[in-house]
């Protein structure tokens, strides 16, 4: 397993063989996870987040088809409140 140094301004020298080799380029993603540092290239963090949002999606279901009789369901519920309100009472 390569090692990573810390240089003396607090930077993470990575061996360039190992970035090459793993594909860590310039706008790689470094995050920290329960104490730990994870370097992602975009794609690996992209694919990461499509596969949550998957995950968290129900399948044969549109989201469109939510967010659309949900807000109909806001509009009904204002209708309604609006119908209960008398006259010059604003």
């Known amino acids: 397993m390569p090692t990573c140094t810390v240089d003396n301004q607090g930077r993470i020298v990575i061996p360039s063989s190992w970035r090459h080799e793993q594909g860590i380029?310039?706008?790689s993603l470094v995050l920290e996870e329960d104490g730990r540092l994870i370097i992602q290239t975009?794609?690996?963090a992209i694919?990461?987040?499509q596969q949550i949002?998957?995950?968290s999606v129900r399948r044969r279901r549109s989201l469109v088809d939510d967010?659309?009789?949900e807000r109909r369901a806001e509009v009904a519920r204002e209708k309604k409140r609006a119908t209960r309100r008398i006259p010059g009472d604003d």
Do not use: D, M
Request: no cysteine.
């Open 25 to 27: 380029a310039s706008g």
């Open 42 to 44: 975009r794609e690996q």
């Open 47 to 49: 694919r990461e987040a």
């Open 53 to 55: 949002v998957r995950g």
């Open 67 to 69: 967010l659309l009789r």
